[in-house]
């Protein structure tokens, strides 16, 4: 199988903490590993593209600044959403990528629901 | 740019009934496209995958079909069951990032009553 786990499952923090979110590959390596947020009843919008030990690459409209990613090792990124405030608040799931291929499927976390009080 | 769309959004069948879900892709120069299941509250449990290669893929109850040229594919579910009730999203892999990003569709909320 393909395992991704993703800590914690649910956070609740106050508002301008920063909270970070870990992406873990358990039983493979992921050079690739994306995260994406999603509101209520809306589809999976992607953030960013983490690439292991490179840069993040984000997507239009995605604050670097506020969504820092760190993909440090080949089976670990991180998502840190810094200075958190209530609009933060959604469902942040990560996915990573076996290997390359046009057979390869993405394999998703369970999630972590973010509310910023 | 590539937009995919999901219909219907919502769909209430009774157990035991067949059923097709459709999703629609706006360019043709597709990757790969994967169906996958979201329980509420939970991430993504992925069930088919197709190659822009390929016309359907099969697993159990479930069968995937694809037609880039017309820019659609199906998910038909045989002799559903109310455990299959949950949303179903539809996501494309483009041809210019091979391997990378997805772009999901909203995705269809299922029911299926007992």
């Known amino acids: 199988g393909a395992v991704v786990s993703q800590h914690p499952s649910w956070v609740i923090c106050k508002s301008g903490t920063s909270v970070k979110i870990e992406c873990r590959s358990l039983d493979f390596q992921a050079t690739t590993m994306f995260w994406y947020r999603q509101f209520p009843k809306q589809s999976l919008m992607l953030m960013a593209t983490s690439n292991e030990g490179s840069k993040a690459t984000y997507e239009q409209g995605v604050e670097k600044d506020k969504f820092l990613i760190n993909h440090a090792s080949l089976t670990l990124s991180t998502l840190t959403v810094t200075s958190a405030h209530p609009e933060d608040s959604s469902f942040y799931i990560c996915s990573a990528l076996k290997g390359g291929g046009a057979d390869q499927p993405q394999h998703f976390g369970d999630g972590t629901r973010l509310s910023i009080l | 740019k590539q937009e995919v769309t999901q219909i219907p959004a919502a769909l209430s069948v009774p157990e035991g009934e067949n059923l097709v879900l459709n999703c629609s892709f706006t360019d043709s120069a597709i990757y790969n496209l994967q169906w996958f299941r979201q329980d509420p509250g939970k991430g993504l449990t992925s069930l088919l995958l197709i190659q822009s290669s390929q016309r359907e893929q099969t697993s159990g109850r479930l069968n995937a079909s694809l037609d880039k040229s017309s820019g659609r594919s199906t998910l038909y579910i045989a002799a559903s069951q109310p455990g299959d009730s949950a949303t179903y999203l539809c996501?494309?892999?483009?041809?210019?990032?091979?391997?990378?990003?997805?772009?999901f569709g909203q995705g269809t909320e299922l029911s299926v009553k007992p």
């Open positions: 996501a494309v892999g483009p041809d210019y990032n091979q391997g990378g990003k997805l772009i």
